[in-house]
Protein backbone atom coordinates (compact mmCIF):
# COMPACT_ATOMS: atom_id res chain seq x y z
CA UNK A 1 0.00 0.00 0.00
CA UNK A 2 1.27 3.73 -0.84
CA UNK A 3 2.11 6.26 2.12
CA UNK A 4 0.22 7.83 4.12
CA UNK A 5 -0.61 11.20 2.18
CA UNK A 6 -2.84 14.33 3.48
CA UNK A 7 -2.66 15.91 -0.02
CA UNK A 8 -2.54 14.23 -3.36
CA UNK A 9 -1.99 15.39 -7.03
CA UNK A 10 -4.66 14.11 -9.42
CA UNK A 11 -3.30 13.71 -12.91
CA UNK A 12 -6.70 13.81 -15.03
CA UNK A 13 -6.28 12.33 -18.66
CA UNK A 14 -3.33 13.75 -19.29
CA UNK A 15 -1.71 10.46 -20.72
CA UNK A 16 -4.26 10.89 -23.40
CA UNK A 17 -4.18 9.80 -27.89
CA UNK A 18 -5.75 12.51 -28.13
CA UNK A 19 -7.69 10.74 -31.02
CA UNK A 20 -11.30 12.57 -30.76
CA UNK A 21 -12.87 16.07 -32.56
CA UNK A 22 -11.22 18.93 -31.11
CA UNK A 23 -7.94 17.73 -29.87
CA UNK A 24 -5.88 19.82 -32.19
CA UNK A 25 -7.50 22.56 -30.37
CA UNK A 26 -6.73 21.12 -26.92
CA UNK A 27 -3.15 20.07 -28.28
CA UNK A 28 -1.14 23.15 -27.40
CA UNK A 29 -2.32 24.38 -24.11
CA UNK A 30 -2.60 20.34 -23.04
CA UNK A 31 1.15 20.78 -23.23
CA UNK A 32 1.34 23.97 -21.52
CA UNK A 33 -0.86 22.61 -18.88
CA UNK A 34 1.45 19.28 -18.67
CA UNK A 35 4.43 21.32 -18.22
CA UNK A 36 3.12 22.91 -15.56
CA UNK A 37 1.48 20.27 -13.85
CA UNK A 38 5.50 18.15 -13.95
CA UNK A 39 6.20 21.34 -11.56
CA UNK A 40 3.74 20.35 -9.78
CA UNK A 41 3.90 17.03 -9.38
CA UNK A 42 8.25 17.45 -8.95
CA UNK A 43 7.11 19.56 -5.66
CA UNK A 44 4.13 17.17 -4.25
CA UNK A 45 6.80 14.57 -4.53
CA UNK A 46 9.51 17.01 -2.87
CA UNK A 47 7.21 17.49 -0.11
CA UNK A 48 5.90 13.93 0.34
CA UNK A 49 2.78 13.68 -0.83
CA UNK A 50 1.30 11.45 -3.55
CA UNK A 51 0.53 11.61 -7.30
CA UNK A 52 -2.21 9.38 -8.54
CA UNK A 53 -3.19 9.64 -12.80
CA UNK A 54 -6.84 9.06 -12.83
CA UNK A 55 -7.30 8.24 -16.86
CA UNK A 56 -9.65 7.40 -19.22
CA UNK A 57 -9.24 4.14 -20.97
CA UNK A 58 -10.32 5.39 -24.36
CA UNK A 59 -12.50 2.26 -24.90
CA UNK A 60 -9.48 0.14 -24.66
CA UNK A 61 -10.69 -2.09 -21.30
CA UNK A 62 -8.25 -5.14 -22.19
CA UNK A 63 -5.72 -2.02 -21.96
CA UNK A 64 -3.75 -1.22 -18.35
CA UNK A 65 -2.07 2.07 -17.86
CA UNK A 66 0.88 1.31 -18.79
CA UNK A 67 0.04 -0.36 -22.65
CA UNK A 68 -1.81 2.97 -22.98
CA UNK A 69 1.32 4.79 -22.04
CA UNK A 70 3.31 3.22 -24.68
CA UNK A 71 0.29 3.77 -27.24
CA UNK A 72 0.80 7.33 -26.96
CA UNK A 73 4.35 7.25 -27.15
CA UNK A 74 4.45 5.48 -30.05
CA UNK A 75 1.87 7.93 -31.77
CA UNK A 76 4.28 10.91 -31.78
CA UNK A 77 2.90 14.39 -31.94
CA UNK A 78 1.66 16.00 -28.88
CA UNK A 79 0.50 12.53 -27.33
CA UNK A 80 3.97 11.46 -27.39
CA UNK A 81 5.29 14.82 -25.77
CA UNK A 82 2.60 14.72 -23.09
CA UNK A 83 3.79 10.95 -22.11
CA UNK A 84 7.06 12.24 -21.83
CA UNK A 85 6.23 15.08 -19.81
CA UNK A 86 4.10 13.32 -17.44
CA UNK A 87 5.05 9.77 -17.48
CA UNK A 88 4.37 8.11 -14.00
CA UNK A 89 7.05 7.14 -11.81
CA UNK A 90 7.69 3.79 -9.95
CA UNK A 91 5.47 5.33 -6.62
CA UNK A 92 2.84 7.51 -8.87
CA UNK A 93 -0.53 5.80 -8.03
CA UNK A 94 -2.77 4.58 -11.18
CA UNK A 95 -6.92 4.50 -11.89
CA UNK A 96 -8.72 4.15 -15.17
CA UNK A 97 -12.04 5.59 -15.32
CA UNK A 98 -15.27 4.63 -17.71
CA UNK A 99 -16.55 7.89 -17.58
CA UNK A 100 -15.60 11.58 -17.14
CA UNK A 101 -15.45 11.92 -13.59
CA UNK A 102 -12.29 9.75 -11.53
CA UNK A 103 -14.91 8.94 -9.22
CA UNK A 104 -17.23 7.28 -11.04
CA UNK A 105 -17.26 3.87 -11.15
CA UNK A 106 -13.49 3.28 -9.75
CA UNK A 107 -11.50 2.38 -6.94
CA UNK A 108 -10.54 6.19 -6.74
CA UNK A 109 -12.53 7.27 -3.03
CA UNK A 110 -11.34 3.68 -1.28
CA UNK A 111 -7.71 4.86 -2.09
CA UNK A 112 -7.81 8.45 -1.31
CA UNK A 113 -9.46 6.72 2.04
CA UNK A 114 -6.21 4.75 2.55
CA UNK A 115 -4.04 7.73 1.91
CA UNK A 116 -6.14 9.60 4.41
CA UNK A 117 -6.19 12.55 1.80
CA UNK A 118 -8.31 15.29 2.57
CA UNK A 119 -7.07 17.96 -0.03
CA UNK A 120 -6.82 17.16 -3.79
CA UNK A 121 -5.22 19.23 -6.41
CA UNK A 122 -6.89 18.47 -9.45
CA UNK A 123 -5.30 19.08 -13.07
CA UNK A 124 -5.76 17.59 -16.43
CA UNK A 125 -7.63 17.55 -19.57
CA UNK A 126 -10.24 18.71 -20.21
CA UNK A 127 -11.09 21.87 -17.92
CA UNK A 128 -14.51 21.53 -18.91
CA UNK A 129 -15.27 17.85 -18.71
CA UNK A 130 -13.36 15.91 -16.63
CA UNK A 131 -11.38 17.93 -14.74
CA UNK A 132 -14.66 19.52 -13.29
CA UNK A 133 -16.76 16.46 -12.97
CA UNK A 134 -13.74 14.71 -10.86
CA UNK A 135 -13.77 18.14 -9.08
CA UNK A 136 -18.01 18.03 -8.60
CA UNK A 137 -17.06 14.61 -7.19
CA UNK A 138 -14.69 15.27 -4.78
CA UNK A 139 -16.30 18.29 -3.39
CA UNK A 140 -19.42 16.13 -2.74
CA UNK A 141 -17.29 13.81 -0.80
CA UNK A 142 -16.17 16.24 1.30
CA UNK A 143 -12.52 17.03 -0.21
CA UNK A 144 -10.78 20.25 -0.29
CA UNK A 145 -10.53 21.37 -3.89
CA UNK A 146 -7.43 23.06 -5.22
CA UNK A 147 -7.72 23.56 -9.21
CA UNK A 148 -4.46 25.22 -10.19
CA UNK A 149 -5.57 27.05 -13.49
CA UNK A 150 -2.45 26.96 -15.58
CA UNK A 151 -2.43 22.55 -14.94
CA UNK A 152 -5.72 22.19 -17.10
CA UNK A 153 -6.38 22.76 -20.36
CA UNK A 154 -9.54 23.41 -22.69
CA UNK A 155 -10.59 23.76 -26.13
CA UNK A 156 -11.07 27.60 -25.74
CA UNK A 157 -9.76 29.50 -23.46
CA UNK A 158 -13.67 30.42 -22.95
CA UNK A 159 -14.36 26.93 -22.35
CA UNK A 160 -11.56 26.75 -19.68
CA UNK A 161 -12.13 30.31 -17.55
CA UNK A 162 -16.60 29.39 -17.85
CA UNK A 163 -15.58 26.19 -16.02
CA UNK A 164 -12.72 27.21 -13.57
CA UNK A 165 -15.42 30.20 -12.78
CA UNK A 166 -18.06 27.59 -12.43
CA UNK A 167 -15.45 25.24 -10.01
CA UNK A 168 -14.67 28.35 -7.96
CA UNK A 169 -18.65 29.45 -7.12
CA UNK A 170 -20.27 26.64 -7.11
CA UNK A 171 -17.29 24.14 -5.03
CA UNK A 172 -15.88 26.75 -3.26
CA UNK A 173 -12.52 25.38 -4.96
CA UNK A 174 -9.40 26.94 -4.67
CA UNK A 175 -8.32 28.02 -8.43
CA UNK A 176 -4.64 29.87 -8.05
CA UNK A 177 -1.35 28.95 -10.32
CA UNK A 178 0.63 26.07 -9.27
CA UNK A 179 3.18 28.63 -8.10
CA UNK A 180 1.21 29.57 -5.55
CA UNK A 181 0.67 26.77 -3.69
CA UNK A 182 2.27 22.84 -3.23
Known amino acids: MAAASRKVLLLVDFINPLRFDGAEDLAPAAIEA ?34 LLRECRRGGGAAAKLARLLAPDEEDLMVLKPRHSGFHATPLELLLAQLG ?51 RQALKASIAPSTRRA
Open 117 to 167: ARELAITGLATDYCVQCTAMDAYVRGYRVWVPADCTAAESPERKHAALDWI
Open 34 to 67: ATAAAALKRRYRRDGFSTLYVNDNFGQWRSDFRT
